[in-house]
């Protein structure tokens, strides 16, 4: 019995080890976070505006009857991220260069926060949902913001990118699903 509490220890310190080695693999990517989300509809939820901005809600409606064509970027944000700062400038850009329609949902955030926080950069979205007690976050898996999805002309999720959409790799990832949602759906419609 002594010997298995003198080795305890050393067996402590290799579990951890091999946890540390693990989180410092340089080819472990921590935004690849699988989404049960992929390949299936969009979750049900029924977002009211932020209260005070002249844009209309979001839904699950609104999504599943896109007119079939045009896939849309849903981004989750909030006025407290900082990352969501940073990542709004790309996001508003893609919609004036690209035409991508991006539609958000305001992720537990005061109104008047976030109708300032737009006020001062921009509004891009077409309708944003406000999700003030977070339920439509839990109904997306959303583990925290900013997060992107891509929504095919079907209204099924075909990409989730966790993080700020910034730097060419991560630009690069959002319009490879942008083009894939358009030819899955050319497929479906041919």
């Known amino acids: 019995m002594k010997r298995i509490l003198a080795f305890l220890p050393i067996g402590i310190a290799v579990i951890l080890g091999g946890f540390l080695l693990w989180g410092l693999n340089p080819d472990r990517d921590p935004n690849e976070i699988p989404s049960v989300l992929i390949s299936q509809p969009v979750p049900v939820f029924d977002l009211p505006p932020v209260e005070g901005l002249d844009i209309p809600g979001l839904s699950s409606t609104d999504l599943a009857e896109n007119d079939g064509s045009a896939p849309i970027v849903v981004n989750v944000f909030a006025s407290w991220c900082v990352p969501c700062r940073a990542e709004h400038a790309v996001l508003t850009r893609m919609v004036r260069e ?19 926080w737009l006020d001062d950069l921009g509004n891009p979205y077409e309708r944003i949902g406000s999700d003030l007690d977070g339920r439509a976050g839990i109904e997306w898996g959303i583990s925290g913001v900013p997060e992107t999805f891509v929504i095919d002309g079907a209204g099924t999720v075909v990409f989730r990118f966790v993080g700020p959409v910034l730097g060419d790799e ?3 990832k959002l319009r490879t699903a942008l083009e894939q949602a358009r030819r899955n759906r050319a497929g479906e419609t041919s």
């Open 170 to 172: 991560a630009i690069g």
């Open 98 to 116: 690209d035409g991508i329609r991006l539609m958000g949902i305001n992720y537990k955030d005061k109104p008047q926060d976030a109708r300032k």
